[in-house]
């Protein structure tokens, strides 16, 4: 039976969340160093620190990506009860339709993207008014929403084992300020107590956010909406999800014992046991719960690759002919000539042409 969400030691959650993400710091720095070589050197002034010649990530991406996820699923729904089959072909036409709504093709390939570097996350659920405004109201709340949740903004129980163990799960998200101060779906006292959330490059752990690849550090300013970052977490053994601000973890209030934290919402969870989160991996480790990568295994010989193919780029670059001379006069005459022209010289043999630098062979083998 599940425990009663009135015993809920929310100050306790809180510290606990914000030890786990402490924790959770090395695997989100692979993960964006990994994210960086995916992007490569051309994608945008912080992306690959150093140029990538050759992507084999990326190339890895491209190929096994697109053999596991590559159209919107179809559903195939049908009864044994010929007066039903026309509801029936209804209701699988709106679930098709519905998978084409939301995007759900596109959620579940940068799900599982993400899965071929660590870990992919997706957050399957009925949209909340958060989500809605989040989303620019393309999507009504109450509706069924599949989410990616990115690495940099997921918490967990680490204590436990495995995935199934855990006794907490969530994310972090931004949301328009206004729009959750008005929302009567959340707690008045709580609304009262929310603060403008400011956009910044790290997280307080001190590791760079990974939207920054793509956004870098001259528009972290000047939101169009004053913004609040939330957390939502969910307690399997309590059957709800809390929904907290991010000052109650990472703020003095969530450092303080023994303070009192009001959240935004507790709400019964309705869904699959399983919860909203939905994790894919192709890769365990034994005894720990964070799964790994198939592409950690090839990122050291994508980066020994581009760090020889960088040696040979400079060899060549450096590679020139020259040309050694003993009489001055034939040098001068036969510098002069155009290609294909002819030149009267004393001495053939006082002008030798030599190649100085260039790639080396056994490097360029060993590549």
């Known amino acids: 039976m599940p425990k009663k969400s ?39 002034h912080n992306a690959a620190r150093k140029r990538v010649y050759i992507n084999l990530v990326g190339l890895y991406d491209k190929i096994v990506s697109r053999n596991l996820i590559s159209n919107t699923p179809k559903t195939n729904l049908s009864t044994f009860d010929t007066e039903q089959e026309p509801a029936v072909a209804i209701m699988q036409q709106d679930l098709n339709d519905t998978l084409e709504h939301i995007h759900f ?112 550090y001259y528009g972290i300013e000047n939101e169009f909406e004053d913004m609040v970052d939330l957390w939502e977490i969910y307690l399997p053994q309590y059957g709800v999800v809390v929904t907290l601000p991010e000052n ?33 991996s192709y890769g365990s480790v034994p005894g720990n719960p964070f799964p790994i990568g198939p592409m950690q295994a090839i990122f050291d010989l994508h980066d020994l690759g581009n760090e020889i193919y960088r040696k040979l780029a400079r060899q060549a670059k450096d590679c020139k002919d020259i040309f050694l001379c003993t009489n001055a006069e034939d040098a001068a005459r036969i510098q002069k000539t155009k290609d294909g022209g002819m030149v009267n010289v004393t001495d053939p043999k006082s002008v030798i042409q030599i190649q100085m630098g260039g790639v080396n062979q056994n490097l360029f083998q060993f590549l």
């Not at 009001?262 to 699959?272: A, K, T, Y």
Request: aromatic share 8%; glycine share 8%.
């Open 248 to 280: 109650n973890i990472s703020g003095v209030e969530g450092i303080q014992e023994g303070h009192e934290i009001i959240p935004l919402s507790v709400q019964r969870w309705i869904g699959e046991e399983s919860g909203p989160y939905k994790i894919l």
């Open 6 to 44: 009135d015993n809920i030691d929310f100050a306790r959650l809180c510290n606990s969340i914000q030890n786990a993400r402490w924790t959770m710091q090395p695997y989100r720095e692979e993960h964006l160093g990994m994210s960086r070589q995916l992007a490569g050197s051309r994608y945008s």
């Open 105 to 216: 093709a596109e959620t579940v390939r940068r799900g599982v993207q993400d899965a071929l570097i660590s870990v992919g996350i997706l957050k399957v659920s009925l949209a909340t008014p958060a989500d809605s405004a989040t989303m620019a109201w393309r999507q009504e709340a109450g509706t069924v929403l599949a989410s990616q949740v990115n690495l940099d903004d997921f918490v967990y129980d680490i204590h436990a084992r495995n995935f199934d163990e855990v006794t907490y799960m969530g994310h972090r998200f931004r949301a328009p300020k206004q729009v959750i101060e008005e929302s009567k779906h959340y707690d008045a006292r709580a609304r009262k107590k929310l603060e403008l959330s400011y956009h910044t490059p790290y997280n307080q752990q001190g590791d760079e956010k990974i939207g920054m690849i793509g956004r870098g």
